[in-house]
């Protein structure tokens, strides 16, 4: 398992993790990598809390206004970006500050998560788009329950 040296801030939306992750890195000589999945799409300001470039203070913000908002994008492709931006990072002899409320996002970077051999099928997300318009959400929610119970 490779080993990752980074501060990660999470939590929910506007408690405060902009202005910590900023302080920190100013004072720890630091960039931050979002780990928001709103933060992500251009133009996507109103909110997301998305920080503007005067809160960011100079400080650069990697993993923000990459994905236009018609393009589709995932967890892979995140870990994938958030990866290179945190190495990236290292190269430059900064510390890397992983913040944001996305759950997946953060641990898609802090746990050994693979998801090279994972494909879409759209047919089935096609179908199960069609059975939660026609059965209503929680009925799909409690199928996954019955079939992982720790997911669900």
Do not use: W
């Amino acid at each position: 398992m490779e080993k990752i040296d980074l501060i990660v801030i999470v939590g929910p939306t506007a408690i405060g993790k902009t202005d910590l992750s900023i302080m920190m890195a100013k004072g720890l000589n630091g960039e931050i990598v979002s780990a928001d999945s709103m933060q992500i799409y251009k133009y996507m300001n109103i909110g997301t809390a998305k920080p503007t470039m005067q809160e960011r203070r100079g400080i650069p913000h990697h993993m923000m206004d990459i994905v236009e908002p018609d393009e589709s994008f995932n967890v892979a492709l995140y870990q994938k970006g958030a990866k290179d931006a945190i190495q990236n990072i290292y190269r430059n002899k900064k510390l890397p500050i992983l913040v944001g409320g996305s759950g997946l996002y953060i641990n898609s970077i802090v746990y050994p998560m693979d998801f090279t051999d994972a494909t879409e099928d759209l047919e089935y997300r096609k179908y199960l788009y069609q059975l939660a318009e026609k059965e209503g959400k929680e009925y799909l929610h409690n199928k996954l329950k019955g079939i992982d119970p720790e997911t669900g």
